[in-house]
């Protein structure tokens, strides 16, 4: 049996296709008409497969969805379209379609079409990801270099853990590139690296800083790029250690750097970082409750933050939430 996903906008086509794969053994896990109804769907369900009509509602056109479900979900796609047209069928290859069925079509040759399709997944499957091996030599580095700080610092490695969780699930909203969102695991869990070679006593201090010792405190962020970028295999991520306390406004640190001259992975981490700090007690700060910290990040929406992303924060707060 498999979970299949239909993204049709006329209700009586999407009817037929349920039946017909009803009596095939599949599973209908959702009917969507537009891609925001059919990702929300793929959020929630398993999905195994996607038949998809190009002409869907919404801003994002069937052969878009078609590219993020095969991407970034790993889902394949087969496309169910009256249009017959040489054009169609290159966009639609070109998004990684696994098939093409013509409007009208029999029960057979829409059975045959999921047949193949499955298949041809399931051996592709198969192939190597080709940013594995430089995400494990990257993971490898970044395990290397953490051990002794981590071990040392129990507070930051469970800090840092948390800051990656929340940090991947905007990532996998946000559709970012694969080797990204890799980058993203290890940058996120690395952050903080450069507070190792900060002194222990402004690191663990609790009450606040003076301002000698909040410039100290400041170069974890230089420090941390410094080490990485002396790692062959972390060398890419030097940048975004650096950037992860620079604000919006360009009133952050270390550079003053400016909303989108910020690399856009420290600006996530900034948020992930926020957010894990004010809802976890650290050695420095209170303790704040969701409803506090959400606030908090309102607050400072195109100040701190990137406007854009504390939105997208806020919409997926619930699946944020379930991690916590
Ligand atoms: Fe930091
Ligand atoms: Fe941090």
Redesign the pocket.
Known sequence: MKRILVVEDEGIVALDLYERLKRNGDLVVGTAKSAEEALDLVVQENVDFALMDIMIDGDLSGIDLAKILYEFFDIPVVFLSALNNDHVKTMAIESHAYGFIQKPFSSKELYTIIDYAAKKHEHDRMKPNPYLAQYNRMLKETKVLLAPFFEKNIETAEHSFRVMKVCKIMAAHLFLPELKSMQLDAAALL??IGKGLIPEQILLKEQALDEVEWAIMQE??LKGAHILSETHELMSLAQIVEC??EWWNGEGYPRGLKGEEIPILSRIIAIG?AWDVMTHSRVYSPVKSHEEAKRELIKNKGKQFDPALVELFLDIYPEIYKTQ
């Open positions: 952050h903080d974890h962020t992860h306390h970082d």
